[in-house]
């Protein structure tokens, strides 16, 4: 079974609608993130989560929000979808307890994500 | 200047070819180093972390200089197999910062 877990893994929707992405890891770690993938641009952070109670905006957060349910879910909402948001969004998580060079992120398969 | 650069190819090359990537990166205080291999519409994959002494996993050789500021990558006997995005990655304090990748074509 995967680790780190995304629901829906295709999505489309029309312009306005309010969408929620779902990201599920039985990896224990503490740290999970929120990226989004557009073709020829690196992976951009959109909100990240140290534990629970821990929610940070990442470079791109305009227009997400995110809530922390338990240490295993994070879930991504775009409240009201536009079009440049059609992308790939990917769930990652972490372990702030591993050594460094060590602390590798793992990713969820990915969300497409397209709005019309 | 991006905070973390790569060359986006695309590389093509023979199988059993011998090919480097270079990655540079501009914060100087960035304490973890990585490299992922990404195929298409997937998800990345850790490939290798990076250490300063250079380290090596099979065909596949990766190198830091903190003083130059860059990654490397090399892989060896190439395959079929290889031909995929490979993302050069750099973690400061907490954040992971990713290059848009370098595209690999490995060709029969």
């Known amino acids: 079974d995967a680790d780190v877990t995304q629901t829906p893994r295709n999505r489309i929707t029309k312009t306005g609608k309010r969408i929620m992405l779902e990201c599920s890891q039985t990896?224990?770690?503490?740290?999970m993130y929120w990226y989004r993938q557009d073709p020829g641009l690196g992976l951009q952070l959109i909100y990240y989560s140290f534990d629970v109670k821990d929610i940070n905006k990442g470079e791109i957060s305009d227009g997400y929000s995110v809530s922390r349910q338990a240490q295993a879910k994070f879930s991504l909402s775009l409240e009201s979808a536009i079009p440049n948001q059609t992308a790939l969004y990917f769930c990652?998580?972490?372990?702030?307890?591993?050594?460094?060079?060590?602390?590798?992120?793992?990713f969820g398969p990915g969300t497409r994500l397209t709005v019309l | 200047r991006k905070e973390v650069e790569q060359d986006p190819g695309p590389f093509n090359v023979p199988e059993g070819a011998t090919v480097a990537f270079n990655c540079t990166y501009s914060n100087s205080a960035s304490q973890s180093f990585f490299w992922y291999r990404q195929d298409c519409r997937k998800e990345p994959k850790l490939l290798m972390s990076v250490y300063s002494s250079g380290n090596e996993d099979g065909r596949f050789t990766a190198q830091l200089n903190r003083a130059s500021q860059y990654i490397s990558l090399l892989i060896r006997d190439s395959k079929l197999s290889d031909s995929a995005t490979y993302l050069c990655v750099v973690k400061g304090t907490y954040k992971y910062i990713f290059g848009t990748g370098t595209r690999l074509k490995v060709l029969a």
């Open positions: 990896k224990g770690h503490d740290r």
């Open positions: 990652a998580t972490s372990d702030s307890r591993t050594a460094l060079g060590s602390n590798e992120q793992f």
